[in-house]
């Protein structure tokens, strides 16, 4: 089994800095890519940033130069760096990532399962 936990989410003015964070744990032989995605409410969940194994990134345009995703492998952690927030930021965050689990590996599988964390509330008050 594999969790991920996320923390850091909260209240925050406009025009200020949040970091999110998001730890894997479990019966994890390596991950692939790791995501933050967000859900406002009303809409659909969208992809905020991801980033790969060797730490390629991508991200969503409307976060461009404000968000920086990063990742530590050694510690199965990523991490969301949100500065200028705006109020149209304002959703649950939720982490993603793609893991090739010990089971899978044991038995030569390839590919990954994906894992979700449980969302953190991020608010930004105008």
């Known amino acids: 089994q594999v969790q991920l936990v996320e923390s850091g989410g909260g209240l925050v003015q406009a025009g200020g800095s949040l970091r999110l964070s998001c730890a894997a744990s479990g019966s994890i032989f390596s991950i692939d890519a790791m995501a933050w995605y967000r859900q406002a409410p009303g809409k659909q969940r969208e992809l905020v940033a991801t980033i790969t194994n060797t730490g390629s990134t991508n991200y969503l345009d409307s976060v461009k130069g404000r968000f920086t995703i990063s990742r530590d492998n050694a510690k199965n952690t990523v991490y969301l760096q949100m500065n200028s927030l705006k109020p149209e930021d304002t959703a649950v965050y939720y982490c993603?990532?793609?893991?090739?689990?010990?089971?899978?590996?044991?038995?030569?599988?390839?590919?990954?399962?994906?894992?979700w964390g449980q969302g953190t509330q991020v608010t930004v008050s105008s």
């Open positions: 993603n990532a793609e893991v090739l689990t010990t089971a899978m590996a044991a038995i030569s599988i390839a590919g990954s399962l994906n894992y």
